[in-house]
């Protein structure tokens, strides 16, 4: 099992920059993908972008050239680089890991992140 704590959600104006981050409170390495999903008020969750452990990367059209994702395995951390926002990012971001041997899905709680225009 796993614990996962997002964090680096805020208020930024449109253009800006904001970098999350998820920490893990055990050995990211048998966690694949791991992923940030966001989830606009009223509606489902959505795919942002994943990683794999290889360093394989996936990304949503609407943010690709804009974020990147990252995976820190010796610090047990993923991390979302969201660059040129804008205000339709809005959302709460949540960070995923799949358990490699489960299937299973653990969710963090969720980070804030808000750009105004």
């Known amino acids: 099992q796993v614990h996962l704590v997002e964090s680096g959600g805020g208020l930024v104006q449109a253009g800006g920059s904001l970098r999350l981050s998820c920490a893990a409170s055990a050995s990211i390495f048998d966690f694949n993908p791991m992923g940030w999903y966001r989830q606009p008020p009223g509606k489902q969750r959505e795919f942002v972008a994943s990683?794999?452990?290889?360093?394989?990367?996936n990304y949503a059209d609407s943010v690709k050239g804009r974020f990147t994702i990252s995976r820190d395995n010796a610090k047990n951390t993923l991390y979302l680089q969201m660059n040129s926002l804008k205000p339709e990012d809005t959302d709460v971001y949540y960070c995923a890991a799949t358990d490699v041997y489960t299937d299973y899905i653990y969710w963090g709680q969720g980070t804030q992140v808000t750009v105004s225009s």
């Open positions: 990683v794999m452990s290889d360093g394989r990367t």
